[in-house]
C-alpha cells in the first residue's frame, strides 16, 4: 500500500510518467512475519517477483536464500552477495548450458520433473541435490499455474530412482498450489500426495528429506485474504497429519506476498472519454497498461486497488486501458471499475500493491514506452 515514505518520495521526486515505488521496510516486515510464523522453514525468495538489486540486497542481509530461473537471476542473486549454497535453480527447464553455468558459480541445488532434466544435470552438475516438481490442481488460486510444471506422482518416484542411479542426491518434493491462493487448505491436498510419494519411495530405499512448499501466499489486493499466521497453521497442520513426527524439512519460495504490498505505481490520467454521447461507461486512458508492466491483469486476473486524488466523492464504473495501440490493453472492462465522476485528464492515481510481477513484466519499448522505471526507497 502507499506508506508514508511512498507519497513522501512521490511528493519531494515528483518523477516523470509512470513508476514504481518500492519500501524496502514493507519488504523487511513481510521477511520477518515469514520467518517469525515459519521459524522452522527456509525462505527462497522467487527472484522473478522483483529482482530489484536494492531488494535482493536487503534479503540478503536478512537471511534469506533464492529461488531463480535462469542464469541471469543466479547471477543478481550472487551480486546481491548471496553465496551460491543459498541458491536454488528452481526452473524445470534448463539448457544443459545453464546448468553448467550455475554448477560453476557453486549452485548444487536443483528442480526437476522429468527423467531427462534429471540427466541434463547428472552430466552438467554432479552429484548435486534434486528436487522434483510434482503437480498440484492449484484449484482456487487467482493466478493458476496451470499443467506446465510437475509431474505426475507415480512418474516423481521414477524420476527420483533416476536421480539416485545417476549419482545426484534425491533431495525432496516441490509444488506449486497457483499464485495468489486464498485457501489455505490448497497446501493440505499437495503434502498428502507428497507424503505418498514419500513412502513409496522409501519403500525403494530413497529416503527424501525435504518437501519445497512453493509459493502462493497472497497480498492483500481489493479483498482480504488469510493473514501469514493462517497460512503457516494450516501448513503445519498438514505436516503433521501427513508426516507424522518424521516432518522433513522445509521450503516455502514466496515472491508475490514478499513484495507486492511494498510498491505503488503512480500513473496519469491521459484521457477519459465514452464511446457514445449516452454511454454511461467511461473509458479512463492511464500512461501505464499491459504493456508498461499491468500483465496480471490478464484475464482481470488480478485487480489492483487504486486510489485517486478525488476519492470520496460519488463514483460510477469506467472501463480502464493502458496508452498503447494494441487492442488488448485494457485492464478491466469485463468488470468496470469505480472511479470518481470528478476525475479529470492529468490526475495522479495510485495503483497499489503492484511490488510484485509488474516491472519485470513490463516490455522494452513496445510503442515507443520505456520500460516500467523504479525506485527502490
Ligand atoms: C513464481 C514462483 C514462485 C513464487 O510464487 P508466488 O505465488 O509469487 O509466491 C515460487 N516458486 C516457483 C517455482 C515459482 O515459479
Redesign the pocket.
Known amino acids: 500500500m502507499a506508506t508514508q515514505r511512498i507519497l513522501d518520495f512521490l511528493a519531494k521526486a515528483r518523477p516523470e510518467g509512470p513508476c514504481l515505488v518500492v519500501d524496502l521496510d514493507v519488504v523487511r516486515r513481510n521477511y520477518e512475519t515469514f520467518t517469525r510464523t515459519l521459524p522452522e522453514t527456509n525462505i527462497?525468495y522467487?527472484v522473478?517477483?522483483n529482482p530489484a538489486p536494492e531488494i535482493l540486497r536487503l534479503l540478503v542481509e536478512l537471511g534469506s536464500s533464492f529461488?531463480t530461473?535462469s542464469v541471469a537471476e543466479i547471477q543478481m542473486a550472487l551480486d546481491a552477495g548471496a553465496t551460491p549454497d543459498r541458491i536454488s535453480y528452481?526452473?524445470t527447464i534448463k539448457k544443459e548450458r545453464d546448468i553448467a553455468r550455475a554448477f560453476e558459480f557453486g549452485v548444487r541445488l536443483f528442480?526437476v520433473d522429468s527423467v531427462a532434466e534429471v540427466e541434463k544435470i547428472a552430466r552438467a552438475a554432479p552429484g548435486s541435490r534434486v528436487f522434483c516438481?510434482v503437480l498440484t490442481d492449484g484449484a482456487g488460486a487467482e493466478?493458476p499455474?496451470s499443467r506446465k510444471?510437475g509431474c505426475s506422482r507415480d512418474m516423481a518416484v521414477g524420476v527420483m530412482e533416476r536421480a539416485q542411479a545417476l549419482g545426484l542426491e534425491a533431495f525432496g518434493l516441490?509444488f506449486?498450489v497457483?499464485?495468489?491462493?486464498p485457501d489455505t487448505s490448497a497446501w493440505d491436498r499437495a503434502l498428502a500426495d507428497a507424503s505418498r510419494t514419500f513412502k513409496a519411495l522409501a519403500r525403494k530405499k530413497i529416503r527424501l528429506s525435504m518437501v519445497?512448499l512453493?509459493?502462493?501466499?497472497?497480498t492483500r489486493y481489493l479483498k482480504d485474504v488469510p493473514s501469514v499466521d493462517e497460512y503457516a497453521q494450516a501448513i503445519f497442520g498438514a505436516l503433521r497429519r501427513h508426516f507424522g513426527n518424521r516432518i522433513p524439512e522445509t521450503i516455502i519460495?514466496?515472491?508475490?506476498?514478499?513484495v507486492?504490498d511494498a510498491g505503488v505505481i503512480k500513473t496519469e490520467v491521459v484521457l477519459i472519454s465514452r464511446k457514445s454521447e449516452r454511454d454511461p461507461v467511461r473509458w479512463v486512458y492511464l500512461d501505464i497498461g499491459k504493456f508498461g508492466g499491468l500483465a496480471e491483469t490478464m484475464d482481470e486476473a488480478i485487480r489492483y486497488p487504486i486510489r485517486t486524488p478525488r476519492d470520496g466523492g460519488a463514483v460510477a464504473p469506467c472501463v480502464i486501458a493502458g496508452p498503447t495501440c494494441d487492442s488488448m490493453d485494457v485492464l478491466y472492462e469485463k468488470v468496470t471499475y469505480p472511479l470518481p465522476i470528478s476525475l479529470e485528464i492529468g490526475d495522479e492515481l495510485l495503483i497499489e500493491a503492484t511490488g510484485?510481477?509488474t516491472t519485470t513484466y513490463s516490455s522494452v519499448a513496445f510503442n515507443g514506452f520505456p520500460p516500467l522505471q523504479a525506485y527502490v526507497i
Open positions: 527462497f522467487a522473478k517477483a529461488d530461473a528452481g526452473n528442480a516438481r493466478w499455474l510444471f516441490s506449486h497457483g499464485s495468489q491462493q519445497n512453493g509459493g502462493g501466499f497472497p519460495e514466496p515472491g508475490r506476498a514478499m507486492g510484485a510481477y
